[in-house]
């Protein structure tokens, strides 16, 4: 069963007092005359409070007439002098303040209209305490609006920060989990990737050149190793352990040899310009780029051969990756590779450009400038 709202129980309160002190006024009445209007106004009084939630400005009006038309013709004094005061405060708290303070002033006018007569019926003081009540009622019931809007609007910016703080951290999320899928393809798909080549030399080499498969077969050691090594660093970060920092240095274009090494390709290498003070954000990059291009022509190109280009001018790290293969086997890629080496361009603010040479092969060109964007950070 529903319960009765806290308005709704106060306006039964002040009904039952209403009812209940007209009726003992009329029990003590003594023989003062009486007539239809001590029993009937009191009546449409109490039916007009019950609908002041609903109606506010309404029941106002209803009440205000009746309680004057009761005062002025009724035989008895009853309590109907409460229901105004209560009519007053739930206009104002409904936010119909302007109506409220009309209203109440013309009821003022017109009982002090009406004591100009040859009768008083309210003496000076019970007139000032009668105004100063009204006014009362309708200053309390706009505070009490007022504070209400104001709870309204604390818990509404509340919500709109704890909302603002739920989509900071999706999207913290977010990019940390790109961030990784960056790291696991550029480091780990590189090497197993390199395993594969590595193998395949093996097995290609063990009839013909034994030589040559015993050097493949090391690189393979040494390249899972490093991917044990690499899995093993991103698998604590992802579960948020305490582990001993990597013993290896991470990549960088100051260790440029080792990347080309890794590679297992052929890579005639021009480096211009000084590459040993770059900012940590954009050598990062710059090395995962590298990487990551040397790998695309080790897997897709056909060929073992490339030429990596590394300059600093201008402001900018320039890369270029070239090679002259056919390209046979690029149809296999997934392209996360270059997807990679575009959004670790683009967050720095450079661009990367890939595709067909018009003399033949693949060509892969990124500008990372050093000056790194402040993202509206002031």
Not at 241 to 255: F, G, I, K, Y
């Amino acid at each position: 069963m529903r319960r009765p709202s806290p308005s709704t129980i106060v306006s039964l309160v002040v009904i039952a007092a209403t009812l209940v002190g007209t009726a003992l006024i009329f029990a003590t009445g003594g023989d003062k005359p009486t007539n239809i209007f001590d029993w009937l106004l009191p009546v449409i009084a109490c039916c007009a409070v019950l609908l002041r939630e609903r109606y506010p400005v309404g029941t106002l009006i209803v009440v205000m007439v009746t309680v004057g038309a009761y005062y002025r013709y009724a035989g008895l004094d009853g309590p109907l002098g409460i229901l105004p005061f209560v009519s007053l405060y739930t206009a104002a708290d409904r936010g119909h303040l302007t109506a409220a303070i009309a209203i109440g002033a013309a009821s003022l006018l017109g009982m002090g209209l009406g004591e100009l007569g040859g009768v008083r019926h309210v003496e000076n003081t019970l007139f000032l305490m009668l105004a100063g009540w009204e006014v009362a009622a309708v200053a309390f019931g706009g505070v009490t609006r007022s504070r209400r809007a104001y709870l309204r609007a604390v818990e509404q910016r509340a919500l709109e920060a704890e909302h603002s703080k739920e989509e900071e951290a999706r999207r913290r999320a977010s990019e940390e989990r790109l961030r990784i899928a960056r790291e696991l393809h550029d480091v780990l798909g590189q090497n197993i990737s390199m395993i594969n080549v590595q193998a395949s030399a093996a097995l290609h080499g063990l009839k013909k050149r034994p030589e040559d498969a015993e050097t493949a077969l090391r690189t393979i050691k040494d390249s899972s190793k490093e991917t044990l090594r690499e899995l093993r660093t991103t698998l604590g970060v992802l579960r948020q352990v305490d582990e001993d920092a990597p013993t290896t240095p991470a990549d960088s274009l100051a260790r440029v040899e080792a990347l080309v090494a890794a590679s297992g390709l052929e890579v005639r290498t021009e480096l211009s310009g000084p590459l040993d003070a770059v900012p940590t954000e954009v050598d990062l990059a710059a090395a995962r780029i590298v990487r990551e291009a040397l790998a695309n022509v080790s897997r897709h190109s056909g060929t073992t051969q490339a030429t990596l280009t590394i300059s600093n001018a201008s402001g900018n790290i320039m890369i270029r990756v070239e090679d002259d293969g056919p390209g046979a086997t690029y149809d296999e890629g997934s392209g996360f590779g270059l997807q990679g080496m575009r959004e670790r361009a683009m967050a720095l603010g450079g661009t990367l450009e890939a595709g067909s040479r018009p003399e033949g092969g693949f060509r892969v060109v990124a500008r990372l400038p050093l000056n790194l964007p402040s993202n509206g950070a002031g």
